[in-house]
């Protein structure tokens, strides 16, 4: 099993779906938990923390859920700019960062 | 605001051949990652850096070597490219709490690397 499993997707919307990605991890002594966005060919980039309380940036939502071992991130009212692929990010001190393979979304008009 | 600064951007090399991919940060971080990226494998870590002077295997560290020369540079040495070395790699750094929780890694924009 892997560290940090992801649904590959791809995830076709439209615009102004709402759209829900979930990540799971297996470590249970995991501290931090992050989403970051990746653009075709470019590096990745912070997207939001996820805490236990949840946390909201806008039309974004993370939540993460300890007793199930799983993070989520939730896009309301997608626009053509969210196309992009998502990756989760689990912490377990700095020695031990792991990377899901990423979820990619395509909005379509 | 460079951030992380990686060269070069794209590089071929043949087989058994060396090179150094070279990484730079300005935000006075002390953690430093390497990181690869295939299809469908997601990033791996090849090597990390606490602080300066220390440097520790991640994931995926056979067929490379790092230095961490000072705190802002991170170097990945390659010393003989095999095809499997093909990949994106992806230079990081991040800023250690003292509860060793890292706070948002910066990625360099990364390199392309093609071994034939």
């Known amino acids: 099993r892997k560290e940090v499993e992801q649904d590959p997707g791809p995830f076709n919307v439209p615009e102004g779906a709402t759209v829900a990605f979930n990540c799971t991890y297996s470590?249970?002594?995991?501290?931090?938990f992050f989403w970051y966005r990746q653009d075709c060919r470019k590096e990745p980039k912070l997207l939001m923390s996820?805490?236990?309380s949840g946390n909201e940036d806008g039309r974004f939502t993370a939540q993460l859920n300890r007793a199930s071992q799983y993070i989520s991130l939730l896009i309301r009212d997608s626009k053509l700019s969210d196309s992009a692929t998502y990756l989760c990010v689990v912490h377990q001190g700095y020695q031990k960062v792991t990377f899901g393979t990423g979820t990619k979304l395509q909005v379509i008009p | 605001n460079a951030g992380v600064t990686q060269t070069p951007k794209f590089q071929v090399l043949k087989t058994g051949q060396s090179m150094t991919l070279q990484c730079a940060q300005d935000?006075?971080?002390?953690?430093m990652y390497w990181y690869r990226q295939d299809p469908g494998m997601g990033l791996r870590l090849i090597y990390y850096?606490?602080?300066?002077?220390?440097?520790d295997k991640g994931e995926v560290p056979n067929g490379y070597n790092v230095s961490r020369l000072n705190k802002r540079e991170f170097s990945l040495r390659l010393e003989s490219a095999a095809p499997s070395q093909t990949s994106v790699y992806f230079c990081?750094?991040?800023?250690?709490?003292?509860?060793?929780?890292?706070?948002?890694?910066?990625f360099g924009q990364g390199t392309r690397l093609t071994v034939v």
């Open positions: 470590n249970s002594a995991s501290q931090s």
């Open positions: 850096s606490a602080s300066e002077g220390t440097t």
């Open positions: 935000m006075n971080h002390n953690s």
């Open positions: 990081a750094s991040s800023e250690a709490r003292g509860d060793h929780i890292n706070t948002e890694a910066f």
């Open positions: 996820v805490y236990s």
